[in-house]
């Protein structure tokens, strides 16, 4: 079925016709209307469409300049089914440097079950076909390339922000138009200078994974590891907290302590990701013996934290900070500082023996009263003796 063009297509067509350049890609092509736009001022164009008919109304309208081809998004590349054109000139530039412009209209409305029609249907809420797209596009353009697309309010404007700043991208709205009971938006998209700088390194696959105070982590994949790459907040107020989870990484990754370091620049940081569950959820679960295994670990990491003089800080609710998979590691050093009383161990005292965690460990059969916790807490503090140590 060929999308006929509407007005979501004029209203893409005039901003492809402003800042489309370079080698495009025209994704979802339709009849041809915004690949025959960018070849306006674009060197080559490869208009794709999932639907046969599309591709075939698409050919009629381009000329020699442009590639037409069935592909499910990305598809054509990722099968390397350009290397069954003939023109080898043509095979090269396919196989070669990445899109200058990507253009994309996509299905973007919600489901419906009544009226069936893959040019119209996003998805169940209308964005999930264009978070596919984001997922891949970053492989396809190039560091100083632009996305455009165009989309409705019915698709959930502030979802598709999300997935754009999700991948590590920045938009800039074009243009809006209000049409009966939805609006249109166009949308240029770049690479942020974090993400360029990454790729550079050769960093693939970056996506979000979650937000803190102060910082945003995503994942990526480096050297066929992933990893996680922590970033300070544009807003944040904190000065210094990344470089400082760096430094301190660094010199604990040499006690076993901490997730691997890889490498770090100005305003973020990248260490091997840490798979696993967090502390509570895992200690739920496990055994007493792996329980027993784990806390015994977790003390032995931060009685060499007191010996080093460095405080992690917030030991005494470690939810988030803990990760446990093959072992314990510990994660989030932004706030760590020297200091000449140390109070790693002590807080996590107070951790294990809180109403939460108490009653979790005695349904293992593992009994750590306030009690006993204060006690050891006070002969640690006059003697910081490996006798704590000793708590189960």
């Not at 598709?160 to 999700?166: M, S, T």
């Not at 996680?228 to 000065?239: L, P, R, V």
């Not at 293992?364 to 503090?381: D, E, M, P, T």
């Amino acid at each position: 079925m060929v999308y006929e063009p509407r007005e979501d297509s004029f209203l893409l067509q005039k901003e492809v016709l402003k800042y489309a350049r370079g080698k495009c890609l025209d994704i979802g092509t339709g009849s041809g209307i915004q690949a025959k736009a960018a070849l306006k001022n674009g060197e080559l164009v490869v208009a794709l469409d999932i639907d046969d008919k599309a591709v075939e109304e698409a050919k009629k309208h381009l000329g020699k300049r442009a590639v037409c081809a069935k592909s499910d998004l990305f598809e054509f590349f990722e099968k390397k089914k350009y290397s069954k054109i003939r023109d080898k000139r043509l095979r090269k530039i396919l196989s070669g440097p990445k899109f200058d412009t990507i253009i994309f209209n996509p299905p973007y409305l919600p489901e419906d079950a009544r009226l069936k029609d893959i040019t119209l249907d996003g998805g169940k809420k209308g964005y999930e076909i264009l978070e596919k797209f984001f997922s891949n596009v970053n492989s396809y353009l190039a560091p100083d390339g632009i996305i455009l697309i165009v989309f409705s309010s019915l698709t959930n404007k502030s979802k598709v922000d999300e997935i754009i700043k999700g991948r590590m991208l920045e938009r800039e709205q074009l243009s809006m138009q209000r049409i009966f009971f939805e609006e249109l938006y166009v949308y240029r998209i770049k690479k942020s200078a974090l993400l360029k700088e990454l790729e550079k390194k050769g960093v693939t696959g970056i996506k979000f994974l979650a937000r803190g105070k102060r910082g945003v982590v995503f994942t990526g994949t480096f050297k066929g590891r992933k990893i996680a790459i922590k970033a300070k907040k544009k807003e944040s107020m904190a000065i210094g907290r990344i470089e400082n989870e760096a430094n301190y990484l660094k010199l604990l990754n040499k006690k076993g302590i901490g997730p691997k370091f890889i490498f770090a620049g100005d305003g973020y940081l990248c260490y091997e990701f840490v798979n696993g569950k967090f502390i509570v959820d895992y200690l739920e679960k496990c055994s007493k013996a792996q329980a027993k295994s784990v806390l015994k670990a977790l003390f032995k990491q931060l009685y060499v934290l007191d010996q080093l003089k460095v405080d992690k800080e917030e030991m005494h609710h470690p939810f988030k900070h803990i990760i446990v998979g093959k072992k314990a590691v510990m994660i989030d050093f932004e706030r760590c500082h020297k200091t000449l009383a140390p109070k790693n161990v002590t807080q996590f005292l107070q951790f294990v023996s809180s109403d939460n965690l108490s009653s979790i460990l005695k349904k293992k059969g593992i009994s750590i009263s306030r009690q006993k916790a204060i006690r050891l807490a006070k002969q640690y503090k006059k003697d910081y003796s490996r006798n704590v140590l000793k708590i189960f």
